[in-house]
């Protein structure tokens, strides 16, 4: 199956090079750096026309025939990619370093995890706070409340009016439940009485409140 076309950054194309040289440096600069295989059609497509298909398909034979590039039939159809470097392969040491490197980086997985939960806990904190504006708000709305219980002690200080001591607030708060408890208890005796009455069937509901004169609907 032919390899698959990579993402192109740009749809745009590119006044394709007359040159060989440059349109082999082209080619094998892609292929070196993509590092998998290409078939001319998506060679000369992923570089929008540097070089052209016909260009593309000409050189890559020969750059292949050369060495330069490796390649092999895919299909009905070749594809190519870069020769590898036998001289990049890592030594036992280097690859000693990079298993302990490993290492090292997954033992610092979990306490960056514990951090990450942390950070993430304080980030939700901040974010459930009052922002600026809203402390503003705040500030101003206790500020004009503020003025105005100043304005009005101003005005009681002013005036002829006394704040009412202790004394005398418990003992009016006395008298107002001492004749609420007396209200209470005549509301139940006339509740009482009305519902003799009204279950004697001499007087009904309505004719009976127009006689004692109360408000309000039966």
């Not at 490796?70 to 392969?89: C, H, I, L, R």
């Not at 306490?111 to 459930?128: M, V």
């Amino acid at each position: 199956m032919p390899p698959r076309k990579s993402a192109s950054t740009s749809t745009s194309t590119t006044k394709p090079t007359t040159s060989d040289t440059k349109a082999c440096s082209i080619i094998l600069t892609y292929l070196t750096t993509q590092n998998r295989p290409y078939s001319a059609t998506e060679i000369s497509s992923n570089l929008h026309n540097a070089v052209t298909k016909a260009r593309t398909d000409k050189l890559l034979k020969e750059m292949f025939e050369r060495g330069e590039i490796a390649g092999k039939a895919s299909g009905k159809q070749w594809v190519f990619w870069g020769v590898q470097d036998p001289n990049a392969t890592s030594t036992p040491e280097e690859l000693a370093a990079t298993d302990a490197q490993i290492a090292s980086l997954r033992d610092i997985i979990p306490s960056l995890k514990s951090e990450l939960k942390s950070f993430s806990s304080t980030l939700s904190t901040l974010r459930s706070a009052p922002t600026t504006d809203a402390l503003r708000e705040a500030v101003q709305a206790m500020e004009t409340d503020k003025r105005d219980k100043e304005e009005r002690l101003r005005v009681l200080r002013a005036g002829s009016i006394k704040p009412v001591n202790v004394e005398e607030r418990e003992k009016v708060e006395g008298e107002w439940r001492r004749w609420k408890g007396i209200r209470d208890r005549r509301k139940r005796a006339y509740g009482e009485l009305e519902a003799m009455l009204l279950d004697s069937g001499v007087i009904g509901k309505e004719a009976l409140w127009d006689m004692l004169g109360i408000d309000g609907d039966p």
